[in-house]
């Protein structure tokens, strides 16, 4: 028998739909249920590439008996990260604070007023290494709420009055500045990885958001050590196990310092974020590694995450079948040397092997081996090497393929809009900006549809149940906004002004704090409001940045007063902790910098149009478009005509202009940072 997950948008709660487990989805009927049984709510959050969410689905959801104990003493309740991050949040919140760790499956046992009073994340299904098993756990929680009652209710409100009474986090006393970005800078210095690129150890993950404030601080100030660092660290990530060498795209996080074996799922945000770092690599260093790689990237999401409507979809799992139809990791992507010579024949197999560092004992399991470029073959042949990847990519097709979650989610739909454009304008690639165009047309068609508020996800073109969050509203945003400067379509710039309006009415509190979830949404046992960076900028980053942009297109104070209000934490997190606010740090260099203001009275996609895009002065806005209609689309357009009929453009910052120029070259010059 199906359960209530059946008729979800989410592929992760479908996943579940078969489940023995009489599971709810996150709703106020679940918790009525519970509050009519008198008994405890289980609640499982995961997501629908997370490994061991399937392990432990497979192990405990699947058991006819454990079920059945569940569905007599709980309401069962599933929660799709991805979907709810608020609800993720708020109880990732408690169970860190609880357990001093935290991480997916997130098991959490809450009364039928919502508060969490017991938690975890994977349970064995046998006791094992100190970890009870899942059913000590479940009867050790029934025995509580049956014999102790009282002391779970003591243990609950006291969760719950420690998450209420945690400071908010204040906007701060004013921006940072010069200070603040260098002792950053130094921070990052120190847990710079010198032999392997990257920061901190292992699990390393690839760190997009800090890489582009060493970008815009190098374009800045000059400094030398920033540039290196961001160029070396995309450099190690490129011929790391971390990157797909055939199918390009990036995995979510290397198990290792050396960026050898990865997790293997491929998440839609890490390769929208990577493939705009390398394309401002690329901009900064004229690298053809970064070239190639943002090319490889952007391809790759559109080949294998685009949907039938134009949006994006969220992963790639991580797990498919082996040659034996064995469910495992990384089963997709990786190569023993007989599997080469099978596709190869011995010669080029033989080639291949040392090429990509595949040897006989592997890197990964079973002595299997990810592809990488380990560079100790000295010089190759191109030809060869094309040849042999495209046969080892026509082999590995016609393997099972990883399973997709095909959900659209709106924030990281804006990362990739972003991405694809400025990648597209790079390089002359306008079918990559015809498929950002499209994801943006689907986000205001179907995430804002009739109710002008963005819902967080959808599915096959149908609007999820779920209300934007911050992040949503300020990474679609961000994406419109690169849109409106790659295309010189302003009806970009006005879908990114609604949007930042709501961020200023529903999102923003007293002295520039922001919350992830607006006024009117849901309340929650806290809510949630977490400034810091993580696998994606932060809503409040995020939302720093799009206001920033969007002032600077439109003169609005309000956007303006509203971004340096919310900077104010960057202020007080940079210097401290800058791997984990590094967008917050990138647009504290926008905004050291004006950002600058370029409006091209001139032919979109035209010389000078184009000498502005590659403009390396950080955050700098870009207006492009010619005749009497342009003021209309662009305010910075306005009162800005050609010089002597030919394409000029202006740059101003501070409130204070250049001389209009008609010289790319001398364009060129002014934005080289």
């Not at 992760?12 to 009489?22: E, I, S």
């Not at 007989?338 to 596709?343: D, G, I």
Request: aromatic share 8%; with cysteine.
């Amino acid at each position: 028998m199906a359960n209530r997950l059946a008729q979800t948008t989410s592929p992760y709660l479908r996943q579940h739909a078969d489940n023995p487990v009489d599971w709810w989805p996150w709703s106020p009927e679940a918790f009525e249920a519970a509050r009519e049984r008198d008994v405890p709510v289980l609640l499982s959050v995961g997501y629908a590439s997370c490994h061991w969410c399937h392990v432990m689905a497979h192990e405990s959801f699947e058991d006819e008996t454990v079920a059945a104990y569940l569905n007599e003493h709980f309401v069962p309740v599933k929660v799709d990260r991805e979907e709810r991050p608020d609800v993720d949040a708020v109880y990732m919140e408690a169970v860190q604070a609880a357990t001093g760790h935290g991480g997916w499956p997130m098991t959490v046992f809450l009364t039928p007023d919502a508060e969490p009073f017991y938690f975890g994340t994977y349970f064995p299904p046998e006791a094992r290494h100190g970890s009870p098993s899942f059913q000590q756990v479940l009867e050790g929680v029934v025995a509580a709420w049956t014999d102790r009652r009282e002391e779970v209710a003591e243990v609950a409100g006291r969760i719950v009055a420690d998450l209420a009474g945690r400071s908010l986090v204040q906007g701060g006393d004013g921006v940072p500045g010069e200070q603040e970005t260098a002792q950053a800078l130094l921070g990052l210095t120190r847990e710079y990885d010198e032999q392997h690129g990257g920061f901190g150890g292992a699990p390393k993950f690839p760190p997009s958001m800090a890489v582009e404030f060493l970008l815009r601080h190098y374009a800045r100030t000059g400094a030398e050590g920033a540039l290196q660092m961001a160029a070396d660290t995309c450099s190690a990530m490129a011929r790391g196990g971390i990157y797909d060498q055939l199918g390009g795209g990036f995995a979510r996080y290397s198990v290792d310092r050396e960026w050898v074996v990865p997790h293997f799922e491929k998440m839609l945000y890490d390769n929208a974020l990577l493939c705009r770092v390398y394309a401002h690599l690329w901009r900064t260093t004229g690298s053809d590694e970064a070239r190639r790689i943002a090319l490889e990237t952007a391809d790759f999401m559109v080949r294998e995450l685009r949907t039938a409507e134009g949006g994006f979809a969220s992963a790639l799992d991580a797990d498919s079948e082996d040659e034996d139809g064995r469910h495992v990791e990384g089963a997709f992507y990786v190569w023993t040397p007989a599997q080469l010579r099978e596709v190869l024949g011995e010669d080029d197999a033989a080639f291949a092997a040392a090429y990509f560092g595949v040897t006989e004992e592997g890197t990964f399991e079973e002595g299997s081996s990810v592809l990488r470029l380990p560079g100790n073959t000295g010089p190759v042949d191109a030809a060869r090497v094309a040849d042999v990847r495209t046969r080892l990519l026509a082999a590995r097709a016609e393997r099972p393929r990883p399973g997709l979650d095909d959900k659209v989610v709106a924030a990281w739909n804006g990362l990739a809009i972003a991405a694809l454009a400025e990648t597209g304008a790079y390089f002359d690639r306008p079918d990559l900006v015809e498929r950002a165009t499209e994801a943006a047309d689907l986000l205001v068609r179907v995430h804002l549809g009739e109710v002008a508020r963005l819902t967080r996800t959808s599915k096959d073109g149908r609007a999820g149940d779920n209300a934007g969050v911050l992040e949503d509203y300020a990474d679609v945003a961000e994406g419109f906004l690169a849109l409106a400067a790659v295309t010189g379509e302003g009806a970009w710039l006005e879908f990114a002004g609604f949007l930042l309006d709501i961020v200023l009415e529903q999102f923003t509190g007293e002295g520039g704090q922001l919350y992830d979830t607006a006024h009117d949404a849901e309340q929650l046992i806290r809510r949630p409001q977490d400034p810091t960076d993580s696998a994606t900028p932060s809503g409040w980053t995020a939302a720093a940045g799009a206001l920033l942009s969007y002032a600077a297109y439109t003169g609005s104070e309000a956007h303006r007063t509203a971004a340096e209000g919310a900077l104010g934490v960057v202020k007080a997190l940079g210097p401290r902790v800058p791997r984990f606010v590094g967008w917050g740090l990138a647009v504290a260099e926008a905004l050291l910098d004006g950002p600058r203001e370029v409006a091209v009275a001139g032919p979109v996609g035209g010389e000078l149009h184009r000498t502005a895009l590659l403009g390396r002065a950080p955050g700098a806005v870009v207006a492009a478009g010619e005749g009497p209609g342009a003021g209309a689309e662009f305010p910075l357009l306005v009162d800005r005509p050609p010089v002597g009929g030919e394409p000029t453009a202006y740059v101003c910052r501070h409130f204070v202009c250049d001389a209009p120029t008609t010289d790319a070259g001398e364009l060129a010059a002014k934005l080289g940072g």
